[in-house]
């Protein structure tokens, strides 16, 4: 039930972090993937890592803010390999300010790239989803959409990942009756590019998170992957419209 062999994943950002993470540990399940970044030197190398595991894969330019962006990688996708089976909206960007001092497009830019970008792609995949009844969604939220990590100030980064649920959410409840099941994982720290750079910049705040996070580390971004292939595959044929946590205990303490 966790086998992908066969099927077509389109990863948003997929061009480093957790969406390269989740990119592999899908393309070893038997998925081919189509990896959709604004950063091509990125993508094409995780897509040549991708193609040495014996799947297919793509690298494809494309900004997840533009409409017509989304809807020519979905269309790319299609035309290359019959179907498009399953979206991860990965691609995202936090900025941290106090709420007073952060400028609206600041406060902006994070909702294209989160929510706006969610929603684009995932209309884009809605076509070739509906037309063969079946497509998971997966959206990246985060653990700050759930509730608000101290000490650090991030009013649009926390709002945006509030809203990326609610939008799971709706989606699931719309789309169940062409069978496209829309689900979100919620990750808590995760050691990626923007939080080595965090625990770099800032080490005491860092053993700080740390402190509050019962399992007493930060994830790697292959611990993504579990929760990535459950939600991709059969394995979940019954969950919609929920949130999957992966955060080493923060948020039940
Ligand atoms: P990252 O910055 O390491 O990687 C993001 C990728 O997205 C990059 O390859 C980048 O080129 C691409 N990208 C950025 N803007 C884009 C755009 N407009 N269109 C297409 N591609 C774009 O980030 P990450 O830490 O791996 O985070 C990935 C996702 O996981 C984000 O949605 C983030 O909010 C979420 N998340 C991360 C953590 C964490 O601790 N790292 C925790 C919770 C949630």
């Given at each position: ?117 969610s929603f684009?792609?995932a209309k884009?995949?809605f076509?070739?989803m509906a037309?063969?009844?079946?497509g998971s969604i997966?959206n ?23 809203a990326v649920i609610m939008l799971t959410k709706t989606l699931a409840a719309e789309w169940a009756r062409y069978g496209i099941r829309v689900n979100a ?53 019954y969950m919609t419209g929920n949130v ?10």
């Amino acid at each position: 039930i966790f086998s992908l062999t066969g099927r077509n994943i389109l990863v948003t950002g997929g061009g480093r972090g957790l969406g390269k993470a989740m990119a592999l540990g899908l393309a070893r399940y038997g998925a081919n993937i189509a990896l959709m970044d604004i950063n091509m030197d990125l993508a094409q190398q995780v897509a040549s890592e991708i193609e040495s595991i014996g799947v297919r894969s793509l690298a494809l330019r494309g900004d997840v803010t533009n409409e017509q962006d989304g809807e020519r990688v979905a269309e790319t996708v299609v035309d290359a390999w019959g179907n498009l089976d399953v979206l991860v909206n990965n691609a995202g960007i936090s900025i941290q300010a106090p709420a007073e001092e952060t400028p609206l497009a600041e406060f902006k830019r994070v909702y294209e790239i989160d929510v706006y970008g969610s929603f684009i792609l995932a209309k884009a995949a809605f076509r070739p989803m509906a037309r063969q009844r079946r497509g998971s969604i997966i959206n990246i939220a985060s653990i700050c959409g759930l509730t608000v990590l101290v000490p650090q100030p991030q009013v649009a980064y926390n709002s945006a990942k509030a809203a990326v649920i609610m939008l799971t959410k709706t989606l699931a409840a719309e789309w169940a009756r062409y069978g496209i099941r829309v689900n979100a994982i919620a990750p808590g720290y995760m050691l990626t590019p923007p939080v080595l750079k965090m625990r770099e910049d800032d080490p005491q705040r860092y053993e700080y998170w740390m402190s509050l996070t019962p399992m007493g580390r930060a994830g790697e971004p292959s611990e993504l992957e579990g929760a990535a292939i459950y939600l991709a595959s059969d394995a979940s044929s019954y969950m919609t419209g929920n949130v999957l946590v992966i955060d080493g205990g923060y948020t039940c303490s």
